[in-house]
């Protein structure tokens, strides 16, 4: 994997804030720039794009490196996993859904952040 720095994690909202990216309009603040991709498992899965360092900075990452990171995360946390569906528009239309609603904001992809270390 390519240079990145250490610690990335999607976004909590107990520690990490919006940011602007430069990822929607001008001043638009990101949690994780979703993408909906075929799953390890053969499913479709929605990751983030936007990876938090260990200083709570984010960075937009590249959709190949963001599923990485989303695979290896998921090994260290196994009891969550990023969101599942059986079809793509299922997929899109919940990633859609959740970023009309705040998106990680209110309701983080990954939801097991008590039991992350």
Do not use: C, Y
Not at 53 to 70: F, S, T, V
Not at 77 to 102: I, Y
Not at 109 to 117: G, H, P, Y
């Amino acid at each position: 994997m390519e240079d990145l720095p250490r610690g990335l994690v999607p976004f909590n909202p107990d520690i990490h804030v919006p940011q602007d990216l430069g990822l929607g309009e001008k001043g638009s603040l990101s949690t994780e720039f979703t993408t909906t991709m075929d799953s390890p498992d053969g499913r479709v899965w929605n990751i983030p794009t936007v990876w938090f360092d260990e200083d709570g900075k984010g960075h937009a990452l590249d959709a190949g490196i963001a599923a990485r990171l989303a695979f290896d995360f998921e090994k260290q946390n196994p009891n969550g996993q990023f969101p599942r569906f059986d079809d793509v528009d299922t997929a899109v239309s919940s990633s859609e859904a959740r970023s009309k609603l705040g998106g990680a904001t209110h309701t983080p992809a990954f939801e097991i952040f008590s039991k992350v270390k």
